[in-house]
T-cell receptor, first 114, second 111 residues
Framework: DGGITQSPKYLFRKEGQNVTLSCEQN?????MYWYRQDPGQGLRLIYY?????DFQKGDIAEGYSVSREKKESFPLTVTSAQKNPTAFYLC???WGQGSNQPQHFGDGTRLSIL | GENVEQHPSTLSVQEGDSAVIKCTYS??????FPWYKQELGKRPQLIID?????GEKKDQRIAVTLNKTAKHFSLHITETQPEDSAVYFC??????????FGTGTSLTVIP
Protein backbone atom coordinates (compact mmCIF):
# COMPACT_ATOMS: atom_id res chain seq x y z
CA ASP A 1 0.00 0.00 0.00
CA GLY A 2 1.49 3.33 -1.02
CA GLY A 3 -0.17 4.90 2.03
CA ILE A 4 2.41 3.63 4.52
CA THR A 5 6.07 4.43 4.12
CA GLN A 6 8.80 2.83 6.17
CA SER A 7 12.40 3.93 6.07
CA PRO A 8 15.10 2.95 5.77
CA LYS A 9 14.66 -0.37 3.97
CA TYR A 10 17.89 -1.71 5.48
CA LEU A 11 19.53 -0.58 8.70
CA PHE A 12 22.66 -1.64 10.53
CA ARG A 13 23.21 -1.14 14.23
CA LYS A 14 26.47 -1.01 16.06
CA GLU A 15 26.96 -2.30 19.58
CA GLY A 16 25.51 0.10 22.17
CA GLN A 17 23.77 2.22 19.57
CA ASN A 18 20.16 3.33 19.45
CA VAL A 19 18.52 3.36 16.03
CA THR A 20 15.18 4.77 14.93
CA LEU A 21 12.89 3.28 12.31
CA SER A 22 10.52 5.63 10.57
CA CYS A 23 6.87 4.96 9.76
CA GLU A 24 4.60 7.50 8.06
CA GLN A 25 1.05 7.02 6.81
CA ASN A 26 -1.25 9.25 4.78
CA UNK A 27 -4.36 7.10 5.13
CA UNK A 28 -5.77 9.21 7.97
CA UNK A 29 -5.78 6.10 10.16
CA UNK A 30 -6.07 6.54 13.90
CA UNK A 31 -4.23 3.39 14.93
CA MET A 32 -0.64 2.43 14.21
CA TYR A 33 1.35 -0.66 15.12
CA TRP A 34 4.87 -2.04 15.15
CA TYR A 35 5.57 -5.74 14.65
CA ARG A 36 8.72 -7.76 14.69
CA GLN A 37 9.06 -10.72 12.36
CA ASP A 38 11.79 -13.32 12.75
CA PRO A 39 12.55 -15.95 10.08
CA GLY A 40 9.85 -18.58 9.88
CA GLN A 41 7.79 -16.91 12.59
CA GLY A 42 4.65 -14.88 12.79
CA LEU A 43 4.16 -11.25 13.65
CA ARG A 44 4.85 -10.24 17.24
CA LEU A 45 3.45 -6.95 18.47
CA ILE A 46 5.96 -4.49 19.91
CA TYR A 47 3.87 -1.36 20.48
CA TYR A 48 0.61 0.07 19.26
CA UNK A 49 -1.12 3.42 19.39
CA UNK A 50 -4.84 4.08 19.01
CA UNK A 51 -4.61 7.88 19.18
CA UNK A 52 -2.05 10.66 19.17
CA UNK A 53 0.04 10.98 22.34
CA ASP A 54 -1.03 7.57 23.57
CA PHE A 55 0.51 4.14 23.05
CA GLN A 56 0.56 0.74 24.70
CA LYS A 57 3.11 -2.02 25.03
CA GLY A 58 2.64 -5.16 23.04
CA ASP A 59 4.00 -8.61 23.77
CA ILE A 60 7.70 -7.80 23.25
CA ALA A 61 8.15 -4.12 24.16
CA GLU A 62 11.35 -4.52 26.19
CA GLY A 63 14.28 -2.75 24.55
CA TYR A 64 12.05 -0.65 22.29
CA SER A 65 10.44 2.77 22.57
CA VAL A 66 7.94 4.73 20.49
CA SER A 67 6.32 8.13 20.25
CA ARG A 68 3.12 9.34 18.63
CA GLU A 69 3.32 13.11 18.40
CA LYS A 70 1.49 13.26 15.08
CA LYS A 71 -1.30 11.16 13.65
CA GLU A 72 0.75 10.36 10.57
CA SER A 73 3.95 9.28 12.29
CA PHE A 74 4.87 6.44 14.66
CA PRO A 75 8.67 6.05 14.90
CA LEU A 76 10.21 3.06 16.65
CA THR A 77 13.53 3.30 18.48
CA VAL A 78 15.50 0.12 19.00
CA THR A 79 17.61 0.81 22.06
CA SER A 80 20.90 -0.73 23.12
CA ALA A 81 18.91 -2.66 25.72
CA GLN A 82 17.48 -4.83 22.94
CA LYS A 83 20.15 -7.51 22.79
CA ASN A 84 18.82 -9.37 19.77
CA PRO A 85 17.50 -6.70 17.40
CA THR A 86 18.19 -8.50 14.12
CA ALA A 87 14.77 -8.94 12.51
CA PHE A 88 12.32 -7.64 9.92
CA TYR A 89 10.23 -4.80 11.36
CA LEU A 90 6.78 -4.05 9.99
CA CYS A 91 4.69 -0.99 10.65
CA UNK A 92 0.93 -1.09 10.12
CA UNK A 93 -2.04 1.21 10.45
CA UNK A 94 -5.80 0.80 10.67
CA TRP A 95 -8.94 2.81 11.41
CA GLY A 96 -8.72 1.59 14.99
CA GLN A 97 -11.26 0.82 17.63
CA GLY A 98 -14.87 0.64 16.52
CA SER A 99 -13.97 -0.27 12.97
CA ASN A 100 -13.80 -3.75 11.48
CA GLN A 101 -11.31 -2.80 8.84
CA PRO A 102 -7.96 -4.45 8.06
CA GLN A 103 -4.49 -3.31 8.88
CA HIS A 104 -2.36 -1.94 6.08
CA PHE A 105 1.36 -2.68 6.19
CA GLY A 106 4.48 -0.88 5.10
CA ASP A 107 7.30 -2.54 3.16
CA GLY A 108 9.32 -3.18 6.30
CA THR A 109 12.79 -2.39 7.60
CA ARG A 110 15.40 -5.10 7.89
CA LEU A 111 17.67 -4.41 10.86
CA SER A 112 21.00 -6.15 11.29
CA ILE A 113 23.85 -6.00 13.78
CA LEU A 114 27.28 -4.86 12.62
CA GLY B 1 -5.81 -11.76 25.66
CA GLU B 2 -6.74 -13.43 22.41
CA ASN B 3 -4.79 -16.49 21.24
CA VAL B 4 -4.84 -17.47 17.57
CA GLU B 5 -3.51 -20.84 16.47
CA GLN B 6 -2.87 -21.67 12.83
CA HIS B 7 -2.35 -25.02 11.11
CA PRO B 8 -0.56 -26.40 9.26
CA SER B 9 2.73 -24.53 9.45
CA THR B 10 3.76 -25.81 6.01
CA LEU B 11 1.64 -27.06 3.14
CA SER B 12 2.61 -28.40 -0.27
CA VAL B 13 0.05 -29.02 -2.99
CA GLN B 14 0.13 -29.87 -6.66
CA GLU B 15 -0.84 -27.12 -9.05
CA GLY B 16 -4.58 -27.20 -9.59
CA ASP B 17 -5.35 -28.83 -6.25
CA SER B 18 -7.04 -27.08 -3.33
CA ALA B 19 -5.35 -25.78 -0.18
CA VAL B 20 -6.98 -25.32 3.21
CA ILE B 21 -5.52 -23.44 6.17
CA LYS B 22 -7.26 -23.45 9.54
CA CYS B 23 -7.17 -21.05 12.47
CA THR B 24 -8.75 -21.17 15.89
CA TYR B 25 -9.24 -18.30 18.30
CA SER B 26 -9.92 -18.15 22.01
CA UNK B 27 -11.87 -14.95 22.65
CA UNK B 28 -15.51 -15.21 21.66
CA UNK B 29 -15.64 -11.40 21.46
CA UNK B 30 -13.43 -11.41 18.36
CA UNK B 31 -15.54 -10.30 15.44
CA UNK B 32 -13.22 -9.54 12.55
CA PHE B 33 -10.94 -12.05 10.81
CA PRO B 34 -8.60 -10.96 8.01
CA TRP B 35 -6.24 -13.17 6.02
CA TYR B 36 -2.91 -11.91 4.70
CA LYS B 37 -0.51 -13.21 2.06
CA GLN B 38 3.17 -12.42 2.44
CA GLU B 39 5.68 -13.10 -0.30
CA LEU B 40 9.33 -13.42 0.65
CA GLY B 41 10.76 -10.14 1.95
CA LYS B 42 7.58 -8.21 1.22
CA ARG B 43 4.74 -6.71 3.20
CA PRO B 44 1.69 -8.76 4.19
CA GLN B 45 -1.19 -8.03 1.83
CA LEU B 46 -4.85 -8.50 2.72
CA ILE B 47 -6.44 -11.16 0.50
CA ILE B 48 -9.83 -11.65 2.14
CA ASP B 49 -11.59 -10.92 5.41
CA UNK B 50 -14.77 -11.95 7.16
CA UNK B 51 -16.89 -10.43 9.89
CA UNK B 52 -18.69 -12.35 12.59
CA UNK B 53 -22.14 -11.77 11.14
CA UNK B 54 -21.20 -13.79 8.05
CA GLY B 55 -20.49 -17.52 7.78
CA GLU B 56 -18.74 -17.59 4.44
CA LYS B 57 -17.22 -15.21 1.93
CA LYS B 58 -15.80 -15.93 -1.49
CA ASP B 59 -13.63 -13.98 -3.90
CA GLN B 60 -12.81 -15.86 -7.09
CA ARG B 61 -10.54 -18.77 -6.09
CA ILE B 62 -10.34 -17.74 -2.44
CA ALA B 63 -12.95 -18.36 0.23
CA VAL B 64 -13.10 -18.03 3.99
CA THR B 65 -15.48 -19.81 6.34
CA LEU B 66 -16.22 -18.90 9.94
CA ASN B 67 -17.69 -21.11 12.67
CA LYS B 68 -18.37 -18.85 15.65
CA THR B 69 -19.60 -21.67 17.84
CA ALA B 70 -16.42 -23.67 17.43
CA LYS B 71 -14.31 -20.50 17.22
CA HIS B 72 -12.46 -21.40 14.09
CA PHE B 73 -12.12 -20.02 10.59
CA SER B 74 -10.51 -21.38 7.47
CA LEU B 75 -9.00 -20.18 4.22
CA HIS B 76 -9.73 -22.19 1.09
CA ILE B 77 -7.78 -21.71 -2.13
CA THR B 78 -9.04 -23.64 -5.15
CA GLU B 79 -7.26 -24.36 -8.43
CA THR B 80 -3.93 -23.39 -6.91
CA GLN B 81 -1.27 -21.78 -9.09
CA PRO B 82 2.49 -21.37 -8.54
CA GLU B 83 1.98 -17.67 -7.78
CA ASP B 84 -0.11 -18.68 -4.77
CA SER B 85 3.12 -19.85 -3.11
CA ALA B 86 3.68 -17.59 -0.10
CA VAL B 87 3.20 -17.41 3.65
CA TYR B 88 -0.40 -16.91 4.74
CA PHE B 89 -1.38 -15.39 8.09
CA CYS B 90 -4.74 -15.37 9.77
CA UNK B 91 -5.69 -12.75 12.36
CA UNK B 92 -8.48 -11.96 14.79
CA UNK B 93 -9.61 -8.62 16.14
CA UNK B 94 -12.24 -7.23 18.45
CA UNK B 95 -13.74 -4.31 16.53
CA UNK B 96 -10.45 -2.89 15.34
CA UNK B 97 -8.61 -3.10 18.61
CA UNK B 98 -5.43 -5.15 18.69
CA UNK B 99 -4.94 -7.66 15.90
CA UNK B 100 -3.76 -11.11 16.96
CA PHE B 101 -1.94 -13.09 14.29
CA GLY B 102 -1.44 -16.77 13.74
CA THR B 103 2.09 -18.07 13.25
CA GLY B 104 1.72 -18.43 9.49
CA THR B 105 1.45 -21.21 6.91
CA SER B 106 4.07 -21.55 4.22
CA LEU B 107 2.26 -22.72 1.10
CA THR B 108 4.18 -24.23 -1.80
CA VAL B 109 2.38 -24.97 -5.05
CA ILE B 110 4.28 -27.52 -7.09
CA PRO B 111 3.99 -27.03 -10.86
Amino acid sequence: DGGITQSPKYLFRKEGQNVTLSCEQNLNHDAMYWYRQDPGQGLRLIYYSQIVNDFQKGDIAEGYSVSREKKESFPLTVTSAQKNPTAFYLCASSWGQGSNQPQHFGDGTRLSIL
Amino acid sequence: GENVEQHPSTLSVQEGDSAVIKCTYSDSASNYFPWYKQELGKRPQLIIDIRSNVGEKKDQRIAVTLNKTAKHFSLHITETQPEDSAVYFCAASITGNQFYFGTGTSLTVIP
